[in-house]
Structure formats: C-alpha cells, structure tokens
C-alpha cells in the first residue's frame, strides 16, 4: 500500500496547508502557489478516479465505529452487495464505517477505493483498498467525491459525515446534481435529524416540505442496492440521450 501512495502522490504532503491557508489573507504570491497546489491536486484526482471502470458508490461513516457495532455490519453487508452487483465502493479510506464498506467490498471480490484525507486523528487508511488516494484539502475530496460517484450512502457519524451529507442534499436541492440517491441507514440514529428537519426547518419555512424527500431512508441493504441500481440505469440512460457536454435542458 506504501508503494501505491507514494505512486498516485504529485504533491509534496504538508499536513497543516489547509489550516495556513485559511488562517487569512496573505500576499498574492503565496495565494497563487496555494492555486496551482489545489489544480494539481484536482488532477491527481482526475487521472485516478477518471480511470475507474464501473459505477461507483460513496459510503460515509463514523471512524469511531468499529468492528462489533451493528453499524459496522450494516455497512460491512452492505460493501458485500454493492460489490456483487459490479459497482465499485468508495469511502474515506479510513477505519470505522469506511473499513467496514471497503472490507465488505474487497471480500466479495470488488473494487475498493479509498479517497483519505490527512487529520491529526483518526483518518489512517484501512486495509480493505484496492485504490488509494490522499488529499490535502477538503473540499476538493468532497469534488471529487461527488463527481465519481453514482450515490451516497450515509451511516452513522460525526460532523464529517454530516458535513459530507448536508453538502450533497444541498447540491440536490439546487438542481446542481440530478437522480443521485442519498439513502440514510440506521434509522434510529437519524430519527431526530429527520425530526428535526420536518418540525422545525420546514415549519419555519427554512426548507420546502418536499426538501426532506431528498433524503432515503431504510435499514435494508436490499432495499438501498435497489434504489441505487434503479437510479444508475437512469442515470445511463440520461446519458445515452445526451451528446457529451450538452448542458441540462431546463
């Protein structure tokens, strides 16, 4: 796995970039350094992700729920699934959820990626990946993210996994993305988002009542492959009716 990170690595590794980075105005010349670092960064990403050959599925999770949780087993069950159906699994790379949807992935024979990020806790990379790819900045992870998966999945977790979540909905519910399931698993532990969400947000007018559709939520690995599998048909035959580039049709 070292020789495989240190082959997909363009760019020098400096674990506080990001931290400097926003700590502030700066001179010109170090913002244009920080620009040309995050357009090598962007096609670290292209040239390792564009290569992948199927459809791909990001799971999110906590990196605290480890091996015995239900949660773990859930998302463990569900990387076995994703991966017999031919699709490739996507998480952060590190351990919790994430190593429970890779390891599920690698057992059943499919394509395990992780995209890792550099924190001063928690995020080393687990042992379940096929593909690995470190970034330095956050914000082109959750680009890339999105752009190279088909659908996300949301288990259990912390504000990563919310910060991850909330972006994506919001991409939804702009019209930014289109057809892109967000299924939620583990109901009881999302039970007082949703709740929230409906009796405060969309009372108060914050969000439309049909905003919190956006969201799937189910306990049943079937059930959430089905989604996403009905989901990608539609989205190639989107495709296949398109000439490459042409934007939406409002």
Known sequence: MAKKKTELSLLDHASD??????????????????????????????????????????????????????????????????????????????????????????????LSIGCNIQLPFEQQPNPWLDIFIEFDHFFIRKVMLVKYSSAFVVLPGGYGTLDEAFETVTLMQTDKIEDFPLISMGTEFWRPMAEFMRDTLVTRGTIGKRDVHLWSPTDSVDEAVSTILEAIERQRATAARRLPDEPRQK
Do not use: H, Q, W
Request: glycine fraction near 18%.
């Open 17 to 110: 970039i990001e931290k400097r980075f926003l700590a502030g105005p700066r001179d010109r010349a170090k913002d244009l350094e920080s620009a040309i670092r995050y357009f090598l960064e962007f096609l670290r990403g292209f040239e390792t992700l564009g290569a992948i050959d199927r459809p791909c599925v990001t799971v999110f999770g906590s990196a605290r729920l480890g091996e015995g949780t239900p949660y773990y087993d859930m998302a463990r069950a569900l990387g076995r699934r994703l991966a017999e159906e031919g699709l490739g699994v996507m998480t952060g790379g590190g351990p919790g959820i994430m190593e429970a949807a890779n390891r599920g992935a690698k057992e059943a024979g499919g």
